[in-house]
């Protein structure tokens, strides 16, 4: 039984059945604000629906074609700016990392970059790539690429310095400690930051359907805004949440698998 002091002890440990139970305690007092407020309509209906509301939504939205459209068009568009994201960001990151002159090239001024909203891009990739799926997917790219290229190369420089000089005392090569030592040491982390960045990529997903998108989730939560179909709203949100959360816990699951010794087993 976790005691009270246990629980707020700066990095205490605490059992698996109490966390759980504060995870589903978290949820179930969240849902029942939502109900008492709903229900009750302290919140105009209009603003705020009830959850019955919203399930019905998505009981009759889940038997559209169209809806699993959306949710395919969405998803396919999130993997794409997410896929290009780490194909770039994962290697530039690493050399930033690693190689002092390429954090000089790469690092000022990325972080200059990153504090730009990927929104004010938004008309420059309609001029430069039209309105088509490439600009979808490029909004996407724009609003992951930078945080994932300074969070990748953050990964590399944790890698432990006396680590890489143990390896070069028992006679190894630049290439082979890159390959062999540092490489290795890095990927739970760096595991747990493409975790990080997938979020973000559905973060963006509003964004990239916000102009001139005829399909996809945020598309329709859009719609959805312009005849105050709160409801729809709402299960949109929902249901962009859930798709998220099964892929973070897909990583989660993963990484457990595929590193089982680094810390915490995320």
Same mark, same amino acid.
């Given at each position: ?146 945080? =994932? *290229?300074?969070?990748?190369? @953050?990964?590399?420089? %944790?890698?432990? #310095?006396?680590? &890489? ?5 028992? $006679? ?69 949440? =859930? *798709?998220?959360?099964?892929? @973070?816990?897909?990583? %989660?699951?993963? #990484?457990?698998? &595929? ?5 915490? $087993?995320?």
């Amino acid at each position: 039984m976790d005691t009270l002091s246990n629980l707020f002890k700066i990095r205490g440990e605490m059992s698996r059945k109490a966390y759980m139970a504060t995870v589903v305690g978290t949820f179930a007092a969240v849902f029942v604000a939502w109900s008492l407020l709903s229900y009750s309509q302290l919140v105009d209906p209009t603003f705020l629906p009830t959850p019955g509301t919203v399930g019905k939504t998505l009981w009759s939205s889940i038997q559209s074609a169209d809806f699993w459209s959306y949710v395919g068009i969405s998803s396919y568009r999130v993997l794409m700016g997410y896929l290009f994201t780490c194909l770039l960001a994962v290697p530039l990151g690493i050399l930033a990392g690693t190689f002092k002159f390429a954090e000089a090239v790469l690092v000022p001024l990325t972080e200059f970059i990153r504090y730009m909203p990927a929104t004010a891009f938004i008309p420059l990739i309609i001029v430069w790539i039209g309105l088509g799926e490439p600009a979808k997917i490029m909004v996407i790219f724009v609003g992951c690429f930078f945080q =994932m *290229l300074l969070m990748v190369a @953050d990964n590399a420089r %944790a890698v432990s #310095n006396d680590l &890489l000089q143990a390896s070069y005392t028992l $006679g190894a090569n630049k290439l082979q400690v890159l390959r062999k030592v540092l490489l290795p040491a890095l990927l739970p982390e760096l595991m747990n930051t493409m975790r990080l960045i997938m979020g973000w990529a559905w973060s963006y997903l509003i964004a990239s359907e916000l102009f001139a998108a005829s399909s996809g989730l945020g598309f329709m939560i859009i719609r959805a805004q312009r005849y105050l179909q709160t409801d729809m709203i709402f299960m949109g949100i929902l249901v962009i949440g =859930m *798709l998220g959360l099964i892929i @973070d816990r897909l990583f %989660a699951l993963l #990484n457990k698998k &595929l590193f089982p010794w680094a810390e915490g $087993g995320r």
